[in-house]
């Protein structure tokens, strides 16, 4: 069965970084877009950070110059450095793969960043 597992998050003071990582497994098609995307408490759940398998990405206006999404194709993995990190970036963040062949979006489990002094 798909399974996205994510990893990465924890506490960092403000100006610190982490590096959230997802890794999907039983996916026999190429995955399309994936995404990073994050729900802070009483929020509504917000794109953060997507890539194309081409490469393109596009971020939300608060993380760009910031935050830098990747991915490995080979081991069907996307990344989110994240660097200067705020107070404002604390939420629970989930990672998102997109498989047109499977008509099908699938998610992690969510990992908390904590920014806090």
């Known amino acids: 069965q798909v399974q996205l597992v994510e990893s990465g998050g924890g506490l960092v003071q403000p100006g610190g970084s982490l590096r959230l990582s997802c890794a999907a497994s039983g996916i026999i098609f190429s995955i399309d877009t ?27 206006d608060s993380v760009k110059g910031r935050f830098t999404i990747s991915r490995d194709n080979a081991k069907n ?30 998610w992690g489990q969510g990992t908390q960043v904590t920014v806090s002094s």
């Open 34 to 60: 994936m995404g990073w995307y994050r729900q802070a408490p009483g929020k509504q759940r917000e794109l953060v950070a997507t890539i194309t398998t081409g490469g393109s990405t596009n971020y939300a």
């Open 77 to 106: 993995t996307v990344y989110l450095q994240m660097n200067s990190l705020k107070p404002e970036d604390t939420a629970v963040y989930y990672c998102n793969v997109r498989v047109v062949a499977y008509h099908a979006d699938y």
